[in-house]
């Protein structure tokens, strides 16, 4: 029996992982206002070695249109916009000596959507996740000697009851980011 309960712990946990990955991964996904978050996982060139542009700036949002990005060392502001520009974010940097500033312009309708299609995207790689868990714990629990029929069915029902509340946080965290980018 305690074999089963660990089997649903690591279910859920691994649920809860897929769910709380697909999160941090929708807040990359820019909603047409300035933020932070937009630059997170950027890597950075600094004394050789690749470090993430946080840790060697500060990274600001006077307001809704701009960040300011003010490196530790002004030598760093080329290393920056280059990674910028290779990160592909539709972004363009510009610098005025101290630091580099990013204008982020209007979503247009049409990028608008694309960012809709990648939001789907990013979902359904997290409920596939979700659903690939429940496939392997399912696998799991069917191997456990010494235990009845009964048992595993009620595991297999716990372990569906967590796939389903999971792709409902998955659905509810969609819904929520595509009202964002969809209103102007």
């Given amino acids: ?19 709380s990955h697909v999160s ?16 997170d996982g950027l890597q950075v060139s600094y004394y050789g070695a690749m470090s993430p542009l946080n840790q060697v700036s500060s990274v600001t949002t006077p307001d809704a249109r701009s960040i300011f990005i003010k490196p530790w060392e ?18 363009t940097p510009q610098n005025d000596g101290q630091q580099v500033i990013i204008n982020v312009p209007m979503l247009t ?26 496939k392997d714990i399912n696998e799991h629990l ?14 297999e029902g716990s372990v569906q009851k967590f796939t389903d ?11 929520r980011k595509e009202a964002e980018i969809m209103t102007v």
Avoid: F, W
Avoid at 1 to 19: F, G, N, R, S, W
Avoid at 24 to 34: C, F, N, Q, V
Avoid at 74 to 91: D, R
């Fill in 1 to 19: 029996m305690e074999e089963i309960e660990l089997y649903l712990q690591e279910a859920k946990d691994l649920m809860d992982k897929a769910v």
């Fill in 24 to 39: 941090h991964e929708l807040t990359k996904i820019r909603a047409g206002k300035a933020s932070p978050s937009m630059l």
């Fill in 74 to 91: 002004k030598t760093l502001i080329p290393e920056i916009e280059k990674a910028i520009l290779a990160a592909n974010l539709g972004l």
């Fill in 109 to 134: 309708e049409e990028r608008r959507k694309q960012l809709v299609k990648q939001v789907g995207q990013e979902c359904e790689h997290g409920r596939v996740s979700v659903r690939n868990v429940r």
């Fill in 142 to 155: 069917k191997k456990i000697k010494g235990v009845s029929e009964d048992d595993i069915k009620n595991a």
């Fill in 165 to 175: 509340e999971h792709i409902e946080k998955i659905d509810s965290l969609m819904k």
